[in-house]
């Protein structure tokens, strides 16, 4: 089992940065990939941005020169730092986990393990 806890979502204006944090315990060793997805209401869950334990990062093209995702080794926190912010990035913000070290997947089908959210307001 791994769990999963995200933080630093919150209310920003338009052009601000934001960086949510996910906390992972339990059976974190080993090959894993962790990923970012958003979920805006009335609409579908949608990939963000992932990292994987062998080195492979992918963005969403909504995300590719605003936001880095990183991970912090020694404490196991994987990161998503989100600038430029715009309206359009409200929404709240999942990190999930699986135990494919190679590849991102960005279907959210493809991960076991999903932290309770953190929600983010853009404001205009």
């Known amino acids: 089992q791994v769990q999963l806890v995200e933080s630093g979502g919150g209310l920003v204006q338009a052009g601000g940065s934001l960086r949510l944090s996910c906390a992972a315990s339990?059976?974190?060793?080993?090959?894993?990939?962790v990923s970012w997805f958003r979920q805006a209401p009335g609409k579908e869950r949608e990939f963000v941005a992932g990292?994987?334990?062998?080195?492979?990062?992918r963005y969403a093209q909504s995300a590719r020169g605003r936001s880095t995702i990183f991970r912090d080794n020694g404490k196991n926190i994987w990161y998503l730092q989100m600038n430029s912010l715009k309206p359009e990035d409200t929404a709240k913000y999942y990190c999930a986990f699986n135990t494919d070290g190679w590849i991102v997947a960005l279907s959210a089908t493809q991960y076991f393990y999903w932290g309770q959210g953190t929600q983010v307001f853009v404001s205009s």
């Open positions: 990292i994987s334990s062998r080195g492979a990062i």
């Open positions: 339990g059976r974190t060793g080993g090959e894993n990939s």
